[in-house]
């Protein structure tokens, strides 16, 4: 089964930057049709911050997450969120997910990770 697993989270002052790493360390082999991020704040819903495709096509949950944060992914199956110019509202778990589909099914699967925490202070 797919297991994916987050790495590079901590405590950033604010306006420097972070990147953030997820990949499927089951080594299920599944292919990849989309990974993300989410995060959660304190006290806050969880929220959408970024998606890319397997074929490269991002969205961004708004214009002020894409002028400073940046998604992209390899083909060994790991997604990246590069963040720059942090400030203290980004502070929050975030969370990877991605749809990913075996050999013989038609359709991909969600999986989530257990998230990574992001503190911006200073």
């Known amino acids: 089964q797919v297991q994916l697993v987050e790495s590079g989270g901590g405590l950033v002052q604010p306006g420097g930057s972070l990147r953030l790493s997820c990949t499927d360390a089951?080594?299920?082999?599944?292919?990849?049709?989309?990974m993300g991020w989410y995060r959660q704040g304190p006290g806050k819903e969880r929220e959408w911050v970024a998606t890319?495709?397997?074929?490269?096509?991002?969205s961004y949950a708004s214009r002020q997450v894409e002028d400073r944060f940046t998604i992209s992914f390899d083909y060994v199956n790991t997604v990246y969120l590069q963040m720059d110019n942090v400030k203290p509202e980004d502070t929050a778990v975030y969370y990877c997910?991605?749809?990913?589909?075996?050999?013989?099914?038609?359709?991909?699967?969600?999986?989530w990770g257990k998230g990574t925490l992001v503190t911006v202070s200073s």
């Open positions: 997910t991605g749809n990913l589909r075996s050999l013989t099914a038609l359709y991909g699967t969600d999986y």
């Open positions: 089951s080594g299920s082999g599944f292919s990849v049709n989309s």
């Open positions: 890319i495709t397997a074929g490269g096509v991002t």
